[in-house]
Protein backbone atom coordinates (compact mmCIF):
# COMPACT_ATOMS: atom_id res chain seq x y z
CA UNK A 1 0.00 0.00 0.00
CA UNK A 2 0.99 3.66 -1.04
CA UNK A 3 1.98 5.64 1.81
CA UNK A 4 1.32 9.33 1.45
CA UNK A 5 2.15 12.23 3.57
CA UNK A 6 0.81 15.88 2.89
CA UNK A 7 2.67 19.13 3.36
CA UNK A 8 2.01 23.30 2.58
CA UNK A 9 -1.20 23.88 4.78
CA UNK A 10 -1.17 27.18 6.79
CA UNK A 11 -3.29 30.13 7.09
CA UNK A 12 -3.75 32.86 4.73
CA UNK A 13 -5.71 35.73 3.55
CA UNK A 14 -8.07 35.50 0.97
CA UNK A 15 -7.16 36.02 -2.05
CA UNK A 16 -3.75 34.20 -1.65
CA UNK A 17 -1.86 31.11 -2.66
CA UNK A 18 -1.15 28.13 -1.27
CA UNK A 19 1.04 25.41 -2.93
CA UNK A 20 0.18 21.52 -1.23
CA UNK A 21 2.45 18.77 -1.34
CA UNK A 22 1.97 15.18 -0.96
CA UNK A 23 5.42 12.65 -0.89
CA UNK A 24 4.63 9.12 -1.90
CA UNK A 25 6.70 6.04 -0.90
CA UNK A 26 5.83 2.23 -1.47
CA UNK A 27 4.62 2.99 -5.16
CA UNK A 28 4.96 5.35 -8.17
CA UNK A 29 2.75 8.31 -8.45
CA UNK A 30 3.77 8.09 -12.19
CA UNK A 31 1.12 4.94 -12.52
CA UNK A 32 -1.36 5.78 -10.20
CA UNK A 33 -4.20 8.07 -10.59
CA UNK A 34 -3.69 10.56 -7.56
CA UNK A 35 -6.41 12.81 -5.58
CA UNK A 36 -6.67 16.19 -3.48
CA UNK A 37 -9.71 16.11 -1.83
CA UNK A 38 -10.70 18.42 1.51
CA UNK A 39 -13.26 18.11 4.35
CA UNK A 40 -14.48 20.99 6.42
CA UNK A 41 -15.83 21.04 9.82
CA UNK A 42 -19.49 19.35 9.61
CA UNK A 43 -19.39 18.83 5.99
CA UNK A 44 -18.81 15.57 4.05
CA UNK A 45 -15.10 14.59 2.12
CA UNK A 46 -15.16 16.25 -1.59
CA UNK A 47 -12.99 15.78 -4.51
CA UNK A 48 -10.95 19.40 -5.10
CA UNK A 49 -8.63 17.25 -8.02
CA UNK A 50 -7.59 14.19 -9.37
CA UNK A 51 -4.90 13.35 -11.80
CA UNK A 52 -4.31 10.36 -13.36
CA UNK A 53 -1.66 8.41 -15.06
CA UNK A 54 -1.39 10.05 -18.76
CA UNK A 55 -2.10 13.38 -17.12
CA UNK A 56 -5.11 13.65 -17.92
CA UNK A 57 -6.78 16.05 -14.79
CA UNK A 58 -10.26 17.31 -13.52
CA UNK A 59 -11.67 19.70 -11.00
CA UNK A 60 -14.35 20.02 -9.16
CA UNK A 61 -16.30 23.42 -10.32
CA UNK A 62 -15.66 25.58 -7.57
CA UNK A 63 -11.61 25.09 -7.91
CA UNK A 64 -11.61 25.61 -12.25
CA UNK A 65 -9.21 28.28 -12.86
CA UNK A 66 -7.58 28.52 -9.85
CA UNK A 67 -6.24 25.21 -8.64
CA UNK A 68 -3.97 23.41 -10.16
CA UNK A 69 -2.61 19.92 -9.93
CA UNK A 70 0.65 18.69 -10.87
CA UNK A 71 2.65 15.11 -10.70
CA UNK A 72 6.45 14.78 -10.37
CA UNK A 73 7.49 11.56 -11.44
CA UNK A 74 11.22 12.17 -10.34
CA UNK A 75 10.54 13.31 -6.50
CA UNK A 76 7.03 11.29 -6.63
CA UNK A 77 5.10 13.91 -5.34
CA UNK A 78 1.62 15.27 -6.32
CA UNK A 79 1.13 19.04 -5.73
CA UNK A 80 -2.19 20.92 -5.37
CA UNK A 81 -1.41 25.02 -6.25
CA UNK A 82 -4.12 26.87 -4.86
CA UNK A 83 -4.63 30.68 -5.92
CA UNK A 84 -7.12 33.07 -5.41
CA UNK A 85 -8.76 31.40 -2.14
CA UNK A 86 -11.59 32.25 -0.46
CA UNK A 87 -12.50 31.61 2.85
CA UNK A 88 -14.77 28.35 2.06
CA UNK A 89 -11.69 26.69 0.78
CA UNK A 90 -10.98 26.42 4.50
CA UNK A 91 -10.42 22.56 5.22
CA UNK A 92 -8.69 19.54 5.75
CA UNK A 93 -6.80 18.86 2.90
CA UNK A 94 -6.32 14.94 1.66
CA UNK A 95 -4.34 13.42 -0.72
CA UNK A 96 -5.06 10.27 -1.75
CA UNK A 97 -3.85 7.17 -4.28
CA UNK A 98 -6.31 5.42 -6.17
CA UNK A 99 -6.44 1.46 -6.05
CA UNK A 100 -5.60 0.58 -9.41
CA UNK A 101 -2.80 1.49 -11.81
CA UNK A 102 -2.93 2.72 -15.18
CA UNK A 103 -6.47 3.27 -14.93
CA UNK A 104 -9.02 6.23 -16.01
CA UNK A 105 -9.36 8.96 -14.01
CA UNK A 106 -11.77 8.45 -10.69
CA UNK A 107 -13.12 10.92 -8.29
CA UNK A 108 -15.21 8.74 -5.91
CA UNK A 109 -13.84 8.24 -2.21
CA UNK A 110 -14.04 4.29 -2.52
CA UNK A 111 -11.92 4.18 -5.29
CA UNK A 112 -9.28 5.53 -3.36
CA UNK A 113 -7.20 3.45 -0.96
CA UNK A 114 -4.42 4.85 0.13
CA UNK A 115 -4.82 8.35 2.69
CA UNK A 116 -2.36 10.71 3.61
CA UNK A 117 -3.30 12.29 7.54
CA UNK A 118 -4.07 15.63 5.97
CA UNK A 119 -2.90 19.27 6.02
CA UNK A 120 -4.85 22.43 7.46
CA UNK A 121 -5.74 25.43 5.06
CA UNK A 122 -7.27 28.31 6.84
CA UNK A 123 -8.28 31.01 4.06
CA UNK A 124 -8.91 34.33 6.59
CA UNK A 125 -11.46 37.11 5.21
Known amino acids: QVQLVESGGGLVQAGGSLRLSCAASGGTVSSLSMAWFRQAPGKEREIVAAINWSGEAHYTDSVKGRFTISRDNVLNTVNLQMNSLKPEGTAVYYC???????????????????WGQGTQVTVSS
Open 96 to 114: AADTRRWGPIRTGLRDFGS
